[in-house]
C-alpha cells in the first residue's frame, strides 16, 4: 500500500479547501443558515409540529442532506476533473499508486470536507433553531457513509465530464431537485397518491429518512431499507469506479 | 552497460483506429542518454507515454529495471520521473507545496534537505512560496523537472524539454542532464531539436510514422549516415572531366571551378585515389576544404526516405 500517495492526494485536496475557504466552507453554511433562518424561524413558526417536531428542527436532516449531497459530490467530482482539465493528471497516472489508493486520497479529502461542514452546518443551525438528537452516533454514521457514497458518486461525474457544464449537470439538474422532492421539507406521508408511492423511486428519500431517524427517531421508510439503499447505492458507485480504472475510460486512452 | 527498459514489438492503436505504434522494440541502456528523433505525429510521446503508465498498450511487453509495467507497476513507476511536453501545473500551488506532493505520491517519505538541494540545483529555492501561477514559462519548465526529480527516479522521461525555452535555460537544462547522468540516472529525450540531440546522447533512435527505423550510437551514425563532401577549387576552369574520373561523380560549381566530390565513410579512402587521378590529367588544386552532414540533414533523409 502506498501510503505516502494517499497521504500526498489528500493533504493537496484538503489544502484546496482550506485555500478557498470562503467557498468551500463558508459559502454553503450561510446559504443553508438562509434555509434555517426563512423556514426554520420565519415560516416555520407559523406552521404546525410534524410528529411533536417543530418545522424549522424537523427540515434539519433534509437540508443536511442537502448540502451533504452537493458538497460532496461538487468537491470530489471538481477535485478529479481539475488534473484532467489542467493536464496535472499524467502525474497521478504515472505514479505507482493504485486505483483504489487514487480514489481513497480524492474520496477520503472530499468526504472530510463534507462531514467537517456538516458537523458545521448542525452547529449553526443551533443558532437559529433548538433540536436534539436522539441518536448520536447512528447521525454520524449516515453522515460519513453519505458523505463517502456521494463523493464516489461526485468523482465518477468528474471523469466522465469533459467540461465545466457536464461537471454541474449532474448535481444541478438531478440531485437537488431529487433531494427537495425526496422529503427535505415535508414528510412523504404527507404526500397524496400516486405521489407517495412514486415518491418511493427517489433514492434521496431513503437518506434523509435514515437521517431523519437517527435526529429524531421516526421516518418515513424503515430504518434498515435506509441503510440496504445506502449500502446498494455506495456498492453501485464502487463498482463503476472500479470498471472505470479497470477500462481506463476517459482517463487512460 | 545492461539494459534498464525492454520494449518488445510494443504497438497502440487509439480508439479511432489510428496506429501510433506498429511494433516496436527497442532496448535502452543503464546511464544512458538516448534521443529520440522523429517528426511530429511519428509516436515519440505515445511511447513515453506507455511506459510511464499514462497511456495503455495494444500489444507488446515492457520491462523496466525487469519489472512488468502491468504486473509489476509499482515497482516499475517507481523507478520513473517524467517531464512531458506541456507545461501541466497546478497554478495555485506554491512550488514547495508541489514539488512535495509529487515526491508523496511516488511513495517516498518526506526529506525536505533533498528538496531543498533539488530547488537549488535548479535555481527555484528563492521561489519555493511562490505560486506557480506567478511565474515565468522557463521557471515552469524548472518546477516541472523538479517534480520528476522529486523521488530520485533512476530513469527521466524528458519530452521536448526545451520547447519553447530560451537559450540560456536550454543550456542550463543540458547542464543538468548531463550532470543526472554522471550520477547514473539514464535519461530517455525526445526533442525537435537536432542540435540538442547531437549536444548530448550517446545513441539516437528515430522514430516515423509509428515505426522505430533505426537506433544506433550517435558517433556511428554520423559516420555510417553522414555523409561528406570534399570541394576542390582549381587553378584553371576545368572544360571537361576526364573519362577517369567518371567513377567519381564528381560535379562542377561556380563556372568549373570547383569540383565536388561527395563520399561517406566506406569510401574515404577513395579521395587519395583521386586527387592523384586529377595530379595524372594536369588538373592543379588551389584549394580544398571538407564538410560533413549535420545529424539534422541524416534525420531528413531518414524520414524522407520512401518505406
Same mark, same amino acid.
Given at each position: 500500500?502506498?501510503?505516502?500517495?494517499?497521504?500526498?492526494?489528500?493533504?493537496?485536496?484538503?489544502?484546496?479547501?482550506?485555500?478557498? %475557504? &470562503?467557498? =468551500?466552507?463558508? +459559502?454553503?453554511?450561510? #446559504?443553508?443558515?438562509?434555509?434555517? *433562518?426563512? !423556514?426554520?424561524?420565519?415560516? @416555520?413558526?407559523?406552521?404546525?409540529?410534524?410528529?411533536?417536531?417543530?418545522?424549522?428542527?424537523?427540515?434539519?436532516?433534509?437540508? %443536511? &442532506?442537502? =448540502?451533504?449531497? +452537493?458538497?460532496?459530490? #461538487?468537491?470530489?467530482?471538481?477535485? *478529479?476533473? !481539475?488534473?484532467?482539465?489542467? @493536464?496535472?493528471?499524467?502525474?497521478?497516472?504515472?505514479?505507482?499508486?493504485?486505483?483504489?489508493?487514487?480514489?481513497?486520497?480524492?474520496?477520503?479529502?472530499?468526504?472530510?470536507?463534507?462531514?467537517?461542514?456538516?458537523?458545521?452546518?448542525?452547529?449553526?443551525?443551533?443558532?437559529?433553531?433548538?433540536?436534539?438528537?436522539?441518536?448520536?452516533?447512528?447521525?454520524?454514521?449516515?453522515?460519513?457513509?453519505?458523505?463517502?457514497?456521494?463523493?464516489?458518486?461526485?468523482?465518477?461525474?468528474?471523469?466522465?465530464?469533459?467540461?465545466?457544464?457536464?461537471?454541474?449537470?449532474?448535481?444541478?439538474?438531478?440531485?437537488?431537485?431529487?433531494?427537495?422532492?425526496?422529503?427535505?421539507?415535508?414528510?412523504?406521508?404527507?404526500?397524496?397518491?400516486?405521489?407517495?408511492?412514486?415518491?418511493?423511486?427517489?433514492?434521496?428519500?431513503?437518506?434523509?429518512?435514515?437521517?431523519?431517524?437517527?435526529?429524531?427517531?421516526?421516518?418515513?421508510?424503515?430504518?434498515?431499507?435506509?441503510?440496504?439503499?445506502?449500502?446498494?447505492?455506495?456498492?453501485?458507485?464502487?463498482?463503476?469506479?472500479?470498471?472505470?480504472?479497470?477500462?481506463?475510460?476517459?482517463?487512460?486512452? | 552497460?545492461?539494459?534498464?527498459?525492454?520494449?518488445?514489438?510494443?504497438?497502440?492503436?487509439?480508439?479511432?483506429?489510428?496506429?501510433?505504434?506498429?511494433?516496436?522494440?527497442?532496448?535502452?541502456?543503464?546511464?544512458?542518454?538516448?534521443?529520440?528523433?522523429?517528426?511530429?505525429?511519428?509516436?515519440?510521446?505515445?511511447?513515453?507515454?506507455?511506459?510511464?503508465?499514462?497511456?495503455?498498450?495494444?500489444?507488446?511487453?515492457?520491462?523496466?529495471?525487469?519489472?512488468?509495467?502491468?504486473?509489476?507497476?509499482?515497482?516499475?513507476?517507481?523507478?520513473?520521473?517524467?517531464?512531458?511536453?506541456?507545461?501541466?501545473?497546478?497554478?495555485?500551488?506554491?512550488?514547495?507545496?508541489?514539488?512535495?506532493?509529487?515526491?508523496?505520491?511516488?511513495?517516498?517519505?518526506?526529506?525536505?534537505?533533498?528538496?531543498?538541494?533539488?530547488?537549488?540545483?535548479?535555481?527555484?529555492?528563492?521561489?519555493?512560496?511562490?505560486?506557480?501561477?506567478?511565474?515565468?514559462?522557463?521557471?515552469?519548465?524548472?518546477?516541472?523537472?523538479?517534480?520528476?526529480?522529486?523521488?530520485?527516479?533512476?530513469?527521466?522521461?524528458?519530452?521536448?524539454?526545451?520547447?519553447?525555452?530560451?537559450?540560456?535555460?536550454?543550456?542550463?537544462?543540458?547542464?543538468?542532464?548531463?550532470?543526472?547522468?554522471?550520477?547514473?540516472?539514464?535519461?530517455?529525450?525526445?526533442?525537435?531539436?537536432?542540435?540538442?540531440?547531437?549536444?548530448?546522447?550517446?545513441?539516437?533512435?528515430?522514430?516515423?510514422?509509428?515505426?522505430?527505423?533505426?537506433?544506433?550510437?550517435?558517433?556511428?551514425?554520423?559516420?555510417?549516415?553522414?555523409?561528406?563532401?570534399?570541394?576542390?577549387?582549381?587553378?584553371?576552369?576545368?572544360?571537361?572531366?576526364?573519362?577517369?574520373?567518371?567513377?567519381?561523380?564528381?560535379?562542377?560549381?561556380?563556372?568549373?571551378?570547383?569540383?565536388?566530390?561527395?563520399?561517406?565513410?566506406?569510401?574515404?579512402?577513395?579521395?587519395?585515389?583521386?586527387?592523384?587521378?586529377?595530379?595524372?590529367?594536369?588538373?592543379?588544386?588551389?584549394?580544398?576544404?571538407?564538410?560533413?552532414?549535420?545529424?539534422?540533414?541524416?534525420?531528413?533523409?531518414?524520414?524522407?526516405?520512401?518505406?
Amino acid at each position: 500500500m502506498n501510503w505516502h500517495g494517499i497521504t500526498a492526494i489528500y493533504r493537496f485536496e484538503m489544502a484546496r479547501t482550506w485555500r478557498t %475557504l &470562503m467557498q =468551500s466552507i463558508a +459559502s454553503p453554511v450561510l #446559504s443553508t443558515s438562509l434555509y434555517f *433562518i426563512v !423556514f426554520g424561524t420565519a415560516i @416555520g413558526s407559523r406552521m404546525g409540529s410534524i410528529d411533536g417536531i417543530s418545522y424549522g428542527a424537523f427540515i434539519i436532516p433534509g437540508l %443536511l &442532506m442537502l =448540502s451533504l449531497l +452537493s458538497e460532496s459530490i #461538487s468537491n470530489a467530482s471538481f477535485g *478529479i476533473f !481539475f488534473p484532467k482539465f489542467s @493536464g496535472t493528471i499524467y502525474e497521478v497516472l504515472s505514479a505507482p499508486v493504485s486505483p483504489f489508493e487514487i480514489v481513497a486520497g480524492y474520496v477520503g479529502a472530499a468526504a472530510t470536507k463534507s462531514v467537517l461542514l456538516g458537523l458545521l452546518i448542525l452547529a449553526t443551525a443551533r443558532i437559529f433553531v433548538d433540536y436534539s438528537i436522539v441518536h448520536p452516533l447512528w447521525t454520524l454514521l449516515f453522515l460519513l457513509l453519505t458523505a463517502v457514497t456521494f463523493s464516489l458518486f461526485g468523482f465518477i461525474i468528474g471523469i466522465w465530464a469533459e467540461d465545466f457544464q457536464q461537471l454541474q449537470l449532474i448535481p444541478l439538474m438531478v440531485v437537488t431537485p431529487l433531494t427537495f422532492l425526496g422529503g427535505a421539507f415535508y414528510s412523504i406521508s404527507m404526500l397524496p397518491e400516486p405521489w407517495q408511492t412514486l415518491t418511493l423511486f427517489n433514492p434521496v428519500v431513503y437518506l434523509i429518512s435514515g437521517l431523519r431517524w437517527a435526529f429524531y427517531g421516526f421516518a418515513d421508510v424503515n430504518l434498515a431499507l435506509s441503510l440496504g439503499m445506502t449500502a446498494f447505492f455506495l456498492i453501485a458507485c464502487l463498482a463503476t469506479v472500479s470498471w472505470i480504472f479497470k477500462r481506463g475510460y476517459r482517463i487512460r486512452s | 552497460m545492461g539494459t534498464i527498459i525492454e520494449i518488445q514489438q510494443l504497438s497502440k492503436t487509439y480508439a479511432n483506429d489510428f496506429r501510433a505504434l506498429k511494433g516496436i522494440s527497442l532496448s535502452i541502456r543503464r546511464g544512458e542518454i538516448l534521443a529520440l528523433l522523429g517528426p511530429n505525429g511519428a509516436g515519440k510521446t505515445t511511447l513515453i507515454s506507455i511506459v510511464c503508465g499514462i497511456v495503455n498498450p495494444s500489444g507488446g511487453q515492457i520491462r523496466v529495471d525487469g519489472f512488468d509495467i502491468n504486473r509489476d507497476y509499482r515497482a516499475a513507476r517507481s523507478k520513473i520521473g517524467l517531464v512531458p511536453q506541456e507545461l501541466a501545473t497546478d497554478s495555485f500551488e506554491s512550488v514547495w507545496a508541489t514539488v512535495a506532493f509529487s515526491r508523496g505520491l511516488f511513495g517516498k517519505p518526506p526529506d525536505p534537505a533533498y528538496l531543498q538541494r533539488l530547488l537549488q540545483q535548479l535555481s527555484l529555492w528563492d521561489k519555493r512560496d511562490a505560486r506557480i501561477m506567478a511565474l515565468s514559462g522557463g521557471m515552469k519548465r524548472r518546477v516541472m523537472i523538479a517534480k520528476a526529480l522529486s523521488h530520485e527516479p533512476e530513469i527521466l522521461f524528458l519530452d521536448e524539454p526545451t520547447a519553447g525555452v530560451d537559450v540560456e535555460l536550454r543550456q542550463d537544462m543540458w547542464a543538468m542532464v548531463r550532470e543526472l547522468r554522471e550520477r547514473g540516472v539514464t535519461i530517455i529525450l525526445t526533442t525537435h531539436y537536432i542540435e540538442e540531440a547531437e549536444e548530448m546522447a550517446d545513441r539516437i533512435g528515430v522514430i516515423n510514422h509509428g515505426e522505430l527505423i533505426l537506433v544506433d550510437d550517435k558517433a556511428a551514425l554520423m559516420t555510417k549516415l553522414g555523409r561528406k563532401e570534399l570541394r576542390l577549387h582549381l587553378q584553371q576552369p576545368l572544360a571537361s572531366i576526364p573519362e577517369p574520373l567518371h567513377p567519381y561523380r564528381l560535379q562542377q560549381e561556380e563556372d568549373n571551378q570547383v569540383l565536388v566530390y561527395h563520399f561517406d565513410a566506406q569510401q574515404q579512402s577513395a579521395i587519395a585515389e583521386l586527387l592523384k587521378q586529377m595530379a595524372r590529367h594536369d588538373i592543379e588544386i588551389r584549394d580544398l576544404h571538407t564538410r560533413e552532414s549535420s545529424l539534422e540533414e541524416i534525420f531528413v533523409n531518414l524520414v524522407r526516405k520512401p518505406r
